[in-house]
């Protein structure tokens, strides 16, 4: 026998829902939200993407990337099954891989208001070149500003050994 | 000949005890506190838990998560084989990943009441994303409180390298 | 100064030139061969192939594969950009894994009629299974009819440690 | 637009289908069958599945393991989504680890009649010890007999290495 | 509600026993065997022990092991909870490495009379030099003995990269 | 069909132009840049380049690094193909390793005159011997200056192990 | 012929010393310090042991752990051969994870009166869980107090990935 | 004090030379021979070559890979820093990948004789795919003809798993 | 042809030229330095020198080490291949870890005067036990002196996991 | 209270006595065997050795390698501790990498007799390439010459990936 937390089942639409549809042109309507049961804590959730895929607006020819979004949610967060159908509509879009994670941060903003997000691209390579953009994003006049900055000042003093095997 | 240290050995039950019995259903009760022998000093004990399953409370479909515990304990410890019991009574209960954490947490503050604690899961993939949430605790108005929110803002600069496989 | 080999620019048609199609529904009429210029010696070529993505036939949802393919030249060899414009003609294509990697080798087999050739393809995760599919081929009557019993025989008896992060 | 191969949708039931039930209870009847559309060719299909949990039947604490499954297939395949039910309807059931490994073998075989197929399972440890079953089976009097007992007399000549952290 | 197999639980007195006595000196008596419940068929057992311990009979001082123990069983299979007890035996006993891990298959081979099996013992190093003893054995007059040479013959041809860090 | 942003294009002339001449002596000139769309936020972008090549100007023996170039963009951005040109250049030229990377950043600094920019070089050994190079710059009296001089303070506390193998 | 520094030689009695005896009993009275040459500097010292094991006080059954002990050096400093001595004096001795740690850093901080010094521990798994102990210490009413207390609020922030293989 | 063989000083004339030309277009004659010391004896010797980098005939990019080149001496044996210098006459010299291969195995051949010899090319990606070739010899009309065989038969039957970052 | 800087060329004597002598005694007279071309920027050179052997001043056998050595240069830099032959002069020599570690760095200083230095040794285990020292040092009453200090304060809070294989 | 076994002990003089002498010219009169105490077995024994040391013959720089050393006792077995100093007596000796290996291998065969034996050297690169030399032996007339023969035929199919960082 299961017994599980009902409070959330109202809101959500798509976990569960087999008639979904996959669109294949860039959408942010897709993206769903639902309360954040805990907002009287700062807490981390991190989405792993490693299935991102877009067009070159130049070339046509298909990009790769594993996208990282962390965030702090405000008072929404974003729903999992919708962001899958959101990054799947990247699929024929095209666009440089600066902007899709400008784009990406900016419509997981405005769904949600998180307190703190940041995006991070790591592409595949194109001519023995591999292409990493990160934004991050605090809400203004607030602490999480000053986090913002700070990560950004901090962001990858690391970087991964890259070989491009 | 083994030559022990004793003084704990009345405390604790459930090491060493064959007759436990395996809840299946999420119960804080199972978890059983001994007192810290070390209170005059902040030390850090880390539980590293890849067993942990429970069911997605919309689908009833299992869920799989490696969680990382680690605290720096007050007056009271939680005793190992109690954690091991109570985690696994989250085997057939549905709940959403970040809500689990965050009672994982809960229930741990209450037991050991700990100056700091953190919980991270992380998640096996659906559907082509992972999730991993973080949640943190310092004792409020306490510098562990200040520990709490200093981690949180450098949480996970360098997310591990995600493909899935 | 640069010295070149001069003796397979005409056959070449793709390499170095820009205007080509990005087709995004299956098309094995892209693939171009070219003559092997070592006829007289076995030897292998592998491409690794890890942007390979189509369509679950059934839900619609993307798939993703890194594919490797392997074979001995006969008399023609398979031009390494028209290859990637074929594989990238699978993006909006709906065919199960293991028919995908039959399609490619069929395709492969009558566009250059090769000695060996095998196909792999190494799926990412969906409900927690990830499935890997392998099929070869060697020209029938040859040796190279038993090089691919032999290799089918012993395939992959280490199979790679798996845990979807 | 999404082109597809519809000759397998009569045939599967579960795929695309919202309304399963998740039994817990070891279950063969879930598995389901589909007809193999490439008979003529001998080729492999492995299902990795680290998702895999089962009881003690002495202690009855959980058990977990991944579980490698390659085959090849005859007249018949199994469908992966009930692969995925079946291997969770062990997770409230005791056995003992080489007898899972011997089940679900022996269901498979029942199930699709496969040419060859093998069956590891590899274990988080019990007390200092992990514990990794391998099991095989090959059509009796065909050569894919003689293909099972060369693996096992071959099998896992370089095991991984453990130090279970 | 956990349903099991009953049939093996007679026979077994250590698993879920908790009133065990740890020796400390080499005693193959603790070794206790149970039967093969699929003796119509080969398969392999493996367990990864990476706590072995013993001390150096000419210095005493402890020298640190990972075995690796497979074997194809017969009539009788070694009881897990056992070999570790037996292993453990070994903690305050002095012998060198190739004859810790020849007596160790030796007193397997006596307990339960395995088809095949082999013993690999991985140590630590000591004066810039690791050492790694390997033995196996095939019931005499069987095609196991003939795998046994086979498996000599072909041991460790990749010997993994080994710089004492 | 393919949605494209278009602003971009008109100021880009390398992506997707197939008659570009790979230059084989340093050469600034070949470095081109582009408007930043996103000037109103801080983000970084990272190139990968593990394919640089120059000469040793004393032996005139070829130098190999993996080059890491990160930056928070001004008003403009370098272009990825021209960058790719650019580094291209060095192939016959000869200067010793920490003077290509300040040259690197230089360059890079009077073409898009970034916030923040950093280049660090890891080189291939000689002698028993790799040197890995790091310098980083930040506009001078803006707090990135200090963003500067906090990560040089801060710089790779953490060398990555290296064998030379 | 070898040149040597000679003032170390006579403080020092056991490196070199054949005739040591492995006591098997915790003993902190083997431990040996020498003079620092260095007291002008700060500087750290490194120790990675591997090979620690002890006795759970309850169940008797053996753990093991890699011990990581890092210090600055006050006058004194601990001589590496009757660490390894001292360490091993736990072999037959039963405390707890937590208790050994703290043991261990009393001892030493008692032996050689270290600036600072941390003991971190990484014990292998019991029913699906491993612990790690982290203690530290810098000298009461200096800046290693500080010291101690920043390194504990930043302590383990990227735990290792643990999945107990 | 040095004690050295003095055999081969005569015969080798670029190890230990200083006033060496690095020649950049593609030169055979660079390559010396000296004799092998161990004739009665079968023996391997691998030369690991990660800095290969040549020009696609094409476009006039460079292209890059790491080179493994094992053989089997004959009466001679190609000096190590001849064959460096050799390798890096392909640095301005354009070629196709698998032609590279074949020519660097012809020349070593019409150089020293082996008795078998191998290369393999594993090169960096373009336009997502990257390409390995392997070519094979042995002696014709002796074993070493059936081991080129056999090995070329059971060539990479477990790539490496690749994914370009 | 190939292009040069040229203003280096008459400072260093020991690039390109053959006729060195290996000393084989601790001789920091070995030490060459040249000036640092850019001494308006602070900037990072590290070595990595996995190949450092030393001798133990009391049994006489070799230790081994990988030594990092980065620095910020001031007016002066050290010429790489004058470092490299005195490095290979401690190989005869008798002293411990930490002298050496001290010693490198003090003849470091005195040579060229850097800004910041620090220097890393990793050892090869004795006994069961490696050894890794860590000294640092900045110019005093300058910001480097801070930076050391603060570096030091930090220093390897995520020690590498070592299991001495 | 250790319980050992004697047998050994009067015919090893090394292991346990601290007076020795370490050589550093080439002296295989070092090596010490006793008697194999399992005769009637085949098994094997394998050292890891990554501290070898020797000097090129024509440069007099230092050359290092590991060296695993693999075989299948006769009569006798070389005593590990003399094996030790043997390969330190390289440290001052000049000879080419496949000649001391070819040595390794012949001393070993003159001391022991072993069935089987083999001997691979895997060094650090000079000038961008690293040399591996293996060389292997069975017993004349013995199924281990055909053992040596099958393995030489099977060498090192799968080249470790080697980038000299
Ligand atoms: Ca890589
Ligand atoms: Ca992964
Ligand atoms: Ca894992
Ligand atoms: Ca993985
Ligand atoms: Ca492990
Ligand atoms: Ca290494
Ligand atoms: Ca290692
Ligand atoms: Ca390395
Ligand atoms: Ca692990
Ligand atoms: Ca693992
Ligand atoms: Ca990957
Ligand atoms: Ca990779
Ligand atoms: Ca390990
Ligand atoms: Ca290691
Ligand atoms: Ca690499
Ligand atoms: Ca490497």
Known sequence: MITMSKSREEEVHLLGNQNVEYKMDYDPAILEAFENRHQGRDYFVKFNCPEFTSLCPKTGQ??????YISYIPGEKMVESK????????????????????????????????????????????????????????????????????????????????????
């Open 82 to 165: 919708s962001l899958k159908l959101y990054l799947f509509s990247f699929r024929n879009h095209g666009d440089f891989h600066e902007d899709c994670m400008n784009t990406i941060m900016d419509d997981l903003i405005k769904l949600m208001g998180p307190r703190y997000i940041e995006v991070w691209g790591k592409f595949t390579p194109r001519g023995g070149i591999s292409i990493d953009p990160y934004v991050n994003y605090g809400q203004p006049g607030t602490k999480y500003e000053k986090m913002a900055e700070h990560r950004m000042m901090n962001h990858d003093m690391y970087p991964e050994t890259i070989d491009h095997r």
């Open 62 to 67: 298909p990009d790769f990337a594993t996208i």
